[in-house]
């Protein structure tokens, strides 16, 4: 076996490791929520404990419908995989989606995160092939509803949530090789993007870093 293969080997292995913990944090954190929806379910009492009893089943109910519905095609996403090049290049890329959702891109990635000012392009698309969540609107997007979009980067460590100029529609989210255009940071597609497309498994470099790159998030 070449020096070569091997290297590459080791950071597939890396990377698939990196995927699992991942998501076995993830899974923990379900399981710990779970266990408090129970135990709150059981105890049954009046006041501040039933209301927040009340706010933790339905929040679990939600996140189960957005998981059923993450098994199956989102309306609306355009899949634009065709194509889709991934060399490291060190120009500005013309690519064909405004904002992109694949390409040729930076060797260096952006670090995930919200961001309050535009991000270089070819840096975000990096972020996307290593299973990032792109989220970008409209600057002149209401503040509520951009306070909106920026917990979707509080819940998960490979989302991106920044402006861009010129978008088609107020918010558009991408993830490598797939785009979705809404008209407000509440419709309940969103969530439903970034569940069944965050660290999509079908990508060669899923798991690799979303941190130590470029770029510093608010």
């Given at each position: 076996?070449?020096?070569?293969?091997s290297?590459?080997?080791?950071?597939?292995a890396?990377?698939?490791?990196?995927?699992?913990?991942?998501?076995?944090?993830?899974?923990?954190?379900?399981?710990r929520r779970?266990l408090?929806?129970?135990?709150?379910?059981?105890?049954v009492?009046?006041?501040?404990?039933?209301?927040?009893g009340?706010?933790l089943?339905?929040?679990?109910?939600?996140?189960?419908?957005?998981?059923?519905?993450?098994?199956?095609?989102?309306?609306?996403?355009?899949?634009?995989?065709e194509g889709?090049?991934?060399?490291h290049?060190t120009?500005?890329v013309?690519?064909?989606?405004?904002?992109?959702?694949?390409g040729?891109?930076?060797?260096?990635?952006?670090?995930?995160?919200?961001?309050?000012?535009p991000v270089?392009?070819e840096?975000?698309?990096?972020?996307?092939?290593?299973?990032a969540?792109?989220?970008?609107?409209?600057?002149?997007?209401?503040?509520?509803?951009?306070?909106?979009?920026?917990?979707?980067a509080?819940?998960?460590?490979?989302?991106?949530?920044?402006?861009?100029?010129?978008?088609?529609?107020?918010?558009?989210a991408?993830?490598?090789?797939?785009q979705?255009?809404v008209?407000?940071?509440?419709d309940?597609?969103?969530?439903?993007?970034?569940?069944k497309?965050?660290?999509?498994?079908?990508?060669?470099?899923?798991?690799a870093?979303?941190?130590n790159g470029?770029?510093?998030?608010?």
């Amino acid at each position: 076996m070449s020096a070569g293969k091997s290297t590459g080997k080791a950071a597939a292995a890396e990377r698939q490791a990196a995927l699992a913990a991942i998501r076995s944090t993830q899974k923990k954190q379900e399981r710990r929520r779970t266990l408090l929806i129970s135990s709150i379910a059981g105890i049954v009492v009046v006041g501040l404990v039933g209301a927040t009893g009340f706010v933790l089943v339905n929040e679990n109910r939600k996140s189960s419908a957005v998981e059923a519905k993450a098994a199956e095609p989102v309306d609306g996403v355009a899949d634009v995989r065709e194509g889709l090049t991934a060399n490291h290049v060190t120009t500005v890329v013309d690519y064909p989606q405004d904002p992109p959702a694949g390409g040729d891109h930076a060797a260096a990635w952006l670090n995930c995160g919200v961001y309050t000012d535009p991000v270089p392009n070819e840096n975000a698309v990096h972020s996307l092939e290593h299973g990032a969540v792109w989220l970008t609107y409209d600057p002149a997007l209401p503040a509520d509803q951009v306070a909106t979009l920026q917990q979707f980067a509080e819940q998960n460590s490979y989302v991106i949530v920044s402006p861009y100029e010129g978008l088609s529609s107020p918010v558009v989210a991408s993830s490598w090789g797939y785009q979705l255009e809404v008209d407000s940071a509440d419709d309940e597609r969103l969530p439903v993007f970034v569940r069944k497309y965050l660290l999509n498994p079908e990508l060669p470099e899923v798991g690799a870093l979303c941190s130590n790159g470029v770029g510093t998030p608010a």
